[in-house]
């Protein structure tokens, strides 16, 4: 992509990417979010992605009021695609993508601003929560970390090895949302969100760029609300016409690799991507078994007997190393190939965690 001439990046200003598809519900209240900052000196690109309700009407109508926002209309291509035109689009010296469900505390931007100003890190990354139905549900999400940091790259490398060994439970690279990327290092290095991804699109993103960082900055203040939905309403969970678009963590874990080799003994980091990849299929194992029914139940029996029989989830079975709540029938149900008993375990523990029958 050829970054446009008349986008000479602006000292100090901050551009919020907010990718809009069908979020009628809560939209506006992601907006007033970012149009109330402290932190004043922001643009708002609102990239509507096709949406087929009132997204747009809702976009326009807060653009006649407020000069910074601008609003692109596309048709639908995922948020990969819509960050990317907003990416493409942008003046600021850094760019926050911001989520059209999600909402970020008024002080957001001031503050990582500030951790900026007094690290010069090359991502300034926020804390955040998790708000369903407007009440929080985790008000502490990075445990990891208990105080704000800055981050080596030999703390980054530790961090990672913790994702790799519990990937639902080390968050710092699996969103792209709740932090100050630097638009320098981005556009002079071409990174992209990946378009032929519709899930974890965020972490390939993430390591692209974390190959040109030497440090980070770590704010343990919340800045960013995430919402969660019952029923499979993100595009992270549900199956749409393919149950394959929720299997994009293979790249993911190539792009980690890579990171990481640079760093660790290589056998090492080879086995615990493969952990990494089986943790990784039985997650979303699970959020696609969960939606199994009478009108899908052969072509999710046909894609689960596929996805056990692939050589690489069945070479990586030997590096799977349980621990703490980790699922231990389910690896032992893949080596047996055990197709339809997989999917009704996968079902069970589909209901228990995200309460669908």
């Known amino acids: 992509m050829d970054w446009k001439e008349s ?6 200003l901050v551009s919020i990417i907010v990718p809009v598809y069908n979020s009628q519900e809560y939209l506006s209240r992601c907006l007033e979010s970012a149009i109330d900052q402290s932190y004043k000196n922001i643009e708002i690109l609102l990239i509507n992605d096709g949406s087929t309700d009132n997204s747009g009407k809702i976009c326009d109508g807060h653009a006649i009021s407020d000069n910074r926002i601008r609003v692109i209309h596309t048709k639908n291509n995922g ?5 990317n035109i907003g990416i493409d689009n942008s003046k600021g010296e850094f760019i926050f993508f911001l989520d059209s469900d999600d909402s970020i505390e008024k002080n957001a931007i001031h503050l990582l601003i500030e951790n900026y100003q007094q690290t010069k890190a090359d991502i300034i990354i926020g804390d955040f929560d998790k708000m369903k139905d407007d009440v929080i549900t985790n008000s502490e999400h990075n445990t990891y970390f208990t ?31 709740g932090r100050l990327f630097k638009s320098s290092i981005i556009k002079n290095n071409n990174i992209l969100f990946a378009t032929g991804l519709r899930t974890f699109e ?68 080879k086995k615990e991507i493969g952990h990494a990849y089986v943790c990784y299929t039985i997650i979303q194992l699970v959020r696609t078994c969960g939606q199994i029914n009478n009108s899908n139940k052969n072509g999710i029996y046909k894609f689960v007997k596929n996805k056990i029989n692939n050589p690489t989830l069945r070479n990586n079975l030997q590096f799977y190393t349980p621990s703490g709540d980790d699922s231990k029938i389910l690896p032992i149900l893949m080596k047996l190939k055990l197709t339809w008993l997989i999917i009704w375990v996968c079902k069970y523990k589909a209901y228990k965690r995200y309460k669908k029958l």
């Open 202 to 269: 965020d972490v390939v993103f993430n390591f692209d760029y974390l190959d040109y960082t030497n440090e980070i900055f770590f704010a343990k203040e919340v800045v960013y609300h995430h919402s969660i939905h019952d029923n499979y309403a993100s595009t992270a969970m549900r199956l749409l016409d393919d149950p394959e678009i929720l299997f994009g963590y293979p790249k993911a874990l190539i792009k980690t690799y890579h990171f990481l080799r640079h760093y660790c003994f290589d056998d090492a980091i």
């Open 7 to 12: 986008n000479i990046i602006t000292a100090d």
């Open 79 to 83: 948020p990969a695609a819509a960050r």
């Open 147 to 177: 105080n704000s940091k800055l981050l080596t790259k030999q703390d980054i490398v530790d961090y990672i090895r913790c994702y790799l060994k519990k990937p639902n439970r080390f968050p710092l690279f699996v969103y792209s949302w």
